[in-house]
């Protein structure tokens, strides 16, 4: 999974040659005399600066959208991670709720067991 930065450094990338391609027939524009340019060729390479342009827009919406599920994802497990810790601190704590009533149950039979036997000698 791409972060947004590593899309975004894609797609400026791809876009870096079309945008140079686009400088370069300005350029040519500025030098040639408009009615001896060939439209046809000016206008085919529009058509692919514009046509690439629009597939990385596709391609980067896809990629975030990829990203939301990810994210909504990771929410519902955090969610669930979140709520199988809150079960384990209940019985992490009725354990020692338990522990508890075993040690004063213990320290009963032991003052109990002090009484009915004789002392050490």
């Known amino acids: 999974m791409l972060s947004r930065e590593e899309v975004e450094q894609l797609i400026d990338q791809k876009l870096a040659p079309l945008?140079?391609?686009?400088?370069?027939l300005k350029a040519e524009l500025g030098k040639v005399?408009?009615?001896a340019l060939d439209h046809r060729n000016m206008r085919q390479a529009l058509t692919r600066i514009e046509t690439a342009q629009e597939s990385l827009k596709?391609?980067?919406?896809?990629q975030e959208k990829r990203l939301i599920r990810f994210e909504?994802?990771?929410?519902?497990?955090?969610?669930a991670l979140k709520g199988d810790?809150?079960?384990?601190?209940?019985?992490v704590s009725g354990l020692k709720v338990d522990t508890t009533t075993l040690k004063e149950q213990m320290a009963l039979v032991i003052s109990m067991l002090h009484r009915v036997l004789p002392p050490d000698q």
């Open 85 to 91: 810790t809150e079960k384990l601190a209940e019985q």
């Open 72 to 79: 909504e994802q990771t929410n519902r497990q955090f969610a």
């Open 33 to 35: 005399d408009l009615p």
């Open 58 to 62: 596709l391609d980067f919406e896809r």
């Open 19 to 24: 945008q140079e391609e686009t400088a370069m």
